[in-house]
């Protein structure tokens, strides 16, 4: 399976992805275009600003901010796009954040993440010639200039779940959230069904902590990694040996309770934690991947030189590799490898379901 992968001769790739992951300036100009050093053609400058406004995490969070931003830095840089961005520090900003950029001529605005909906829609309905892309969120009835952008986590959350329940030496795993919303909850819940399909097939006991398939665990935010550690301390004094944080920069406090502790695995989520969270690589059993920086830079590219803007939303699946399980570390085993490609085969074609 093309998601998972080894541990290994990764050192030219993190270099190139760190370099990438440096804090977001809050405007940052494309050059308009440029030439090679054996003075070829100057690259042609597309007339379209993509922007893009991020959630409270910031774009630095080594997660769902981040990678968005990143892809909408790569097609603009490939493009020769003048871009703009903005941070949001909270849910107060969001509706002033998205304002400022339709002002600023943004032809294409990207908001990220599911609470950015209702500003969204109000700025949507305010300024219907300016086209917008929400990551993480979609409107009950379809609006003509917003492009929803959604994953089915679920399925990468499955195949993580079920390597967890294979792997662990306690009979105990975890998961937790940082706010009790749908992208929040559809990586818990597809975790949980991974460990329950475990359960069924092998006639294994493993136990979850922190969702029970309706309800669980969350720290109220996605910014206080002090919580995320002390609620990550809290499942490991109950046994569990791998835990599933859902909460942006909060899951870096579930990570460094995890490492303090010595005997306990991280899954990372939205991006591959071995490249975004280095400093805890040696605990990261695996991450489940949100694609966004590739869906951003098709949607922007789609917008900008292909068919035009289109508010159809855009899915990404394991079939079209818009989610899946990054690095993933040798102590899960070949066979529990072999048995995850089945697994996956068996969710695109319909016969397993992971909600």
Not at 63 to 69: K, V
Not at 95 to 103: E, F, H, Q, S, T
Not at 260 to 271: E, L, M, P, Q
Not at 326 to 341: F, P
């Amino acid at each position: 399976m093309k998601n998972i992968i080894r541990v290994g001769a990764l050192t030219a790739v993190s270099a190139l992805v760190l370099a990438a992951c440096a804090s977001a300036p809050e405007e940052e100009p494309a050059a308009s275009s440029s030439a090679t050093a054996g003075g070829e053609t100057p690259v042609e400058t597309v007339d379209y600003r993509p922007c893009m406004v991020s959630d409270a995490g910031g774009f630095d969070d080594k997660s769902f901010n981040q990678a968005g931003y990143e892809g909408l830095v790569s097609i603009s840089e490939e493009l020769g796009l003048e871009y703009n961005t903005v941070e949001s520090q909270d849910g107060n900003e969001y509706g002033p954040n998205i304002d400022a950029l339709v002002a600023d001529g943004c032809d294409l605005i990207v908001t990220v993440g599911f609470l950015l909906g209702d500003a969204t829609a109000a700025a949507a309905a305010a300024n219907p010639d300016t086209n917008f892309a929400m990551i993480d969120n979609a409107f009950d009835e379809p609006v003509d200039n917003v492009k929803p952008i959604l994953f089915s986590t679920n399925e990468a959350a499955f195949l993580a779940g079920y390597a967890a329940a294979a792997t662990t030496a306690t009979g105990t795993v975890a998961t937790f959230g940082g706010i009790n919303i749908p992208p929040v909850t559809v990586f818990m819940d597809g975790f949980y069904r991974g460990v329950n399909y475990f359960n069924e097939t092998t006639g294994g006991d493993v136990t979850v902590l922190g969702w029970d398939g309706t309800d669980g665990s969350f720290t109220g935010d996605f910014e206080d990694a002090t919580k995320g550690q002390n609620l990550t301390q809290g499942f490991i004094d109950q046994g569990a040996d791998i835990i599933l944080p859902v909460a942006g920069p909060v899951g870096l406090g579930a990570a460094a309770a995890a490492q303090a502790a010595g005997d306990t695995w991280i899954i990372g989520v939205d991006s591959d934690w071995t490249l975004t969270a280095p400093e805890y690589s040696d605990i990261i059993l695996t991450s489940i991947m949100k694609n966004m920086g590739p869906a951003v830079h098709d949607v922007v590219n789609e917008a900008a030189v292909g068919a035009g803007f289109s508010a159809e939303a855009y899915f990404g699946t394991l079939e079209n590799e818009g989610v899946g399980l990054g690095t993933t570390a040798s102590v899960v085993s070949e066979d529990v490898l072999a048995e995850l490609e089945t697994i996956t085969a068996g969710i695109i074609d319909g016969s397993i379901a992971t909600s």
